[in-house]
C-alpha cells in the first residue's frame, strides 16, 4: 500500500466524506474518458497510415494515386488538429517500420528503376508469371512530392530517412526530367527537405542543384510559372536554409546570376517575418517575379 492510501482523507483520521468520495469517482471518470479518447485517436492514425500506405504499395497506378490522397488527407487534417495530439501519434509511429511513411514513396511512385523491364507472353501465363507494375503517372508523382513535404515539415526526423534513401538525387533527376506539373512540386519538396538538415544540404551542393534550378530560372522556354517558383525556391533557400552571409552558396550565385541579381535574391529573401502565412507568400511571389525579370533581355 502506498503511503497516499495509508493515510486517513480527514484531519481528524475520520473516514472520507460523501462529497470527497464525489470529486473522486468524478476525476476518475475523466481520467477514464480521456484514456479513451487517446486510445480512440491511436485507432484513428493508424488505421489511416495503414490504409493509406497499403494502397500506396500497390502494383497499379490509380490505386498508389488513391493511398497518396488519403495519406496527404491525413498529413492536412493533423497539420491543422487544434491540439498536438495528433501530431505527437504521427511522429510516434514513424519510428514503427510498418507505418513509415518515407521508405513507401522512395521504394514505390518515387523509384527510378534503372531500366524498364521487357515483358513478354511468357512472363503473363507462365508457370512462374512476372509481377508487373504500372509505371507512376505525372499525377502519382505530384502526389507522393506533397506527401514527403508533409512528412519533412512535420517532423524533421523524417528528413534524415529520407537521406537515406538519397531523396535530393531523386528529386533533382525529377526537376530535370519531368514536366511542369511535378517540377514546382518538387521544388516544394527539396525545400522542405533540405530544412535543417545539413546531410541533404550536403547531397543539394554534391549534385549541384543550384546549377539545376538556376537552368530553369534562366531558360526563357521553360513555362513562366515554373521560372517563378524556382525564384521563390532560391529566396526560400537563402533565407531558411542557407542563412549565413558567408555560406559557399552566395558566391556561386554570383557566378551563376550575376553579382546583380545574386544582391536582388539576397535582398529580397529577407522580407519581413512579422507577416502572416497569405501576406508572406504573396510577398514571396512578388519578390520571385522581380528575380525573373532581372535575367530577361530587355
Known amino acids: 500500500m502506498s503511503r497516499k492510501e ?18 473522486s469517482s468524478s476525476g476518475s471518470g475523466a481520467e477514464l474518458a480521456d484514456a479513451l479518447a487517446r486510445r480512440r485517436l491511436y485507432r484513428e492514425v493508424t488505421l489511416a497510415l495503414r490504409s493509406g500506405l497499403r494502397d500506396a504499395m500497390a502494383d497499379f497506378s490509380f490505386l498508389r494515386a488513391r493511398g497518396l490522397r488519403s495519406l496527404l488527407g491525413f498529413l492536412r487534417s493533423t497539420a491543422s488538429a487544434e491540439d498536438d495530439a495528433r501530431l ?7 519510428s514503427i517500420p510498418d507505418l513509415q511513411v518515407i521508405p513507401v514513396l522512395f521504394q514505390n511512385s518515387l523509384h527510378q528503376p534503372k531500366e524498364v523491364p521487357v515483358v513478354t507472353l511468357d512472363h503473363i501465363i507462365g508457370t512462374e508469371p512476372m509481377r508487373i507494375t504500372s509505371p507512376p503517372t505525372d499525377s502519382e508523382i505530384a502526389l507522393a512530392l506533397r506527401v514527403l513535404e508533409g512528412c519533412c515539415l512535420l517532423y524533421s526526423r523524417c528528413t534524415a530517412l529520407a537521406h537515406k ?17 511535378e517540377q514546382g512540386v518538387c521544388l516544394d519538396a527539396l525545400i522542405s527537405v533540405m530544412l535543417d538538415s545539413p546531410s541533404n544540404q550536403m547531397d543539394f551542393d554534391e549534385y549541384s542543384g543550384l546549377e539545376k534550378v538556376a537552368e530553369l530560372l534562366k531558360d526563357v522556354q ?17 533565407g531558411h536554409v542557407y ?31 512579422t507577416l502572416d502565412a497569405e501576406q508572406r507568400q504573396t510577398t514571396l511571389q512578388i519578390q520571385a517575379m522581380r528575380v525573373v525579370e532581372s535575367l530577361e533581355p530587355y
Open 222 to 238: 521553360v513555362e513562366r510559372h515554373i521560372r517563378l517558383k524556382c525564384g521563390e525556391f532560391l529566396l526560400l533557400l537563402i
Open 165 to 181: 534513401y538519397k531523396a535530393v538525387k531523386v528529386l533533382l533527376n525529377i526537376l530535370a526530367s519531368r514536366g511542369p506539373t
Open 6 to 23: 495509508a493515510e486517513p482523507a480527514g484531519g481528524d483520521g475520520s473516514s472520507p466524506s460523501g462529497a470527497d468520495e464525489g470529486e
Open 88 to 94: 505527437l501519434l504521427f511522429r510516434h509511429s514513424q
Open 243 to 273: 542563412v549565413k552571409e558567408n555560406s559557399p552558396i552566395h558566391e556561386q550565385m554570383k557566378n551563376l546570376f550575376g553579382e546583380q541579381c545574386a544582391s536582388l535574391i539576397w535582398a529580397a529573401s529577407r522580407f519581413g517575418s
